[in-house]
């Protein structure tokens, strides 16, 4: 049971950190996510480490029998250390926080220096990646190693639980809630293994056995492990799903605003904003989307700054009647009329015609309201989708807004 489940566990860890590592460039300096990328590093490790081909190549290696038992246990206890890190970074002020982490870490290192010890008075003779436990049940010694680990193990889950479902109340964010839940619930799961674990360690001073509940006892484990890892990587896969969303429309809103642009940049060229003189280093700054988008914003603002004194106020009132009957209002109405001032303002100015002063007017949308950036995007992109589709263009048009 034992080296079908962990594979998989394994598995889940390690997509959960590469998960992460996504992250690591904009939050490296928070303790939460290094404690929580921690606690996928140590998961798949404590995994590894207990898979029969791992444990039987660290004991050829390192000539040391039985040695992934320290090791994967060790990483178990790092990690609940971690998990109540996260926690308590999550639901504390910083200064509390960093005093109760500082706790959390010296129990954690208290405990697996407590193993290593005792790990170091067994007299293991063979190499037992299955049924170690069993194996070894009646051995005083491993009796008080297996006591230390399943009472930490036990505390950390039972604490884990415990202080996810309260936090689960607290928090504001869906993604979190749901998480938390997940995390608490698989910490429930895995008293199954603490509780055979204990058993045990009674049943050796009786001189019994649990054989019957080692595939009880890894199954809880590994199930209720997994649980947690999906748990804590709920929110993190929100975030990166609304990221990736929010990329893709700035995508969709850069080439969608391509015809308004054109439009300007057809009639005044130097609305470019020019970067040759940009560092080189800066250079690769400038080929995101998000700066693109915004320079492109920026360009097509100023290409309405350069034809708003060739307005004509006349051309306002026919292209709103006119929309009017097509049963337009709103935003919508004002997009398109001022789609038709664009127009014809740029023929004005190509035609070196302007209009008389108490015929000059607004755009149509000048007065629409926007309080966030996207806000600013949205409305250019309403004026661009009533523009006629502009024909190819040369392709050093687009590279100068690029």
Known sequence: MKDLLHPISLVVATLGFLC???????????????????????????????????????????????????????????????????????????????????????????????LLVLFALLTPNAPRPINFTLYYAHDGWYAAYLTLYVTAYTIGELSLARACWRLAHRSTRGSVRIGLRIVALGATVTLGYSAVRIGNVIAGAFNTSLADWEGFAWTCGDVGAMLTLIGWLVPTINDQAQSLQYRIKQYRSYYGLRPLWLAFYSEAPEIALPI???????????????????????????????????????????????????????E????????????????????????????????????????????????????????PRQPARAPHLEQVSA
């Open 20 to 114: 992460l590592l996504r992250d690591v460039p904009t939050r490296r300096r928070d303790p939460a996510f290094t404690a929580l990328a921690a606690v996928f590093l140590l998961s798949g490790l404590s995994f590894l480490f207990s898979i029969t081909l791992m444990w039987q190549y660290l004991d050829h290696v390192l000539g040391v029998v039985n040695l992934s038992v320290p090791l994967a246990m060790g990483c178990v206890v790092a990690l609940l250390a971690c998990q109540q890190i996260v926690l308590t970074y999550w639901g504390s002020p910083p200064e509390v926080a960093r005093r109760r982490a500082r706790e959390w870490l010296a129990a954690g290192y208290a405990v697996i220096a407590g």
């Open 276 to 330: 040759d003189r940009v560092d080189p280093a800066q250079r690769r700054r400038f080929r995101s989307i998000s700066i693109r988008l915004y320079r492109r914003a920026v360009e097509i603002r100023d290409g309405r700054f350069v034809i708003r004194q060739y307005l004509d106020a006349a051309v306002r009132e026919a292209s709103e009647a006119r929309h009017r009957a097509r049963g337009l209002h709103g």
């Open 332 to 387: 919508e109405l004002s997009a398109a009329v001022t789609a038709d001032q664009i127009l014809a303002g740029i023929a004005a100015r190509a035609a070196g015609t302007r209009p008389e002063t108490d015929q000059l007017t607004e755009f149509a949308d000048s007065e629409r309201q926007t309080s966030r950036p996207m806000d600013d995007i949205d409305a250019l992109l309403d004026v661009a989708r009533h523009l």
